[in-house]
């Protein structure tokens, strides 16, 4: 993706709302909105958005994940097992 082809006058989003939303659907890439020439805005279509926050989410999972690593504040893969098999066979029990 060129991001210079995805760069339009908020004028253009103006007059051409409907073409965007269709061009946005179809394509899945962003368009960036510029007033005065500055960036002000970027849309883009709703799967992509929530496709982004997805993998925001799992990122920042990812880090807590090995912020806890660094600090050695972390269970032992084989204990972390051990006790998952307890409490589902306690759960059974019941």
């Excluded at 409907?18 to 279509?45: F, M, R, Y």
């Excluded at 989410?57 to 051990?82: M, N, S, V, W």
């Amino acid at each position: 993706m060129h991001l210079a082809d995805h760069v339009k006058p908020i004028s253009y989003l103006k007059s051409e709302a409907a073409q965007i939303v269709k061009d946005l659907a179809d394509s899945g890439e962003p368009l960036i909105i510029t007033q005065n020439g500055e960036a002000k805005l970027v849309v883009q279509d709703v799967r992509t958005f929530e496709s982004t926050q997805q993998t925001i989410a799992l990122l920042k999972i990812l880090a807590i994940g090995q912020k806890q690593i660094e600090r050695e504040d972390h269970a032992d893969g084989e204990a972390f097992f051990a006790e998952l098999n307890e409490l589902d066979r306690q759960e059974k029990l019941r």
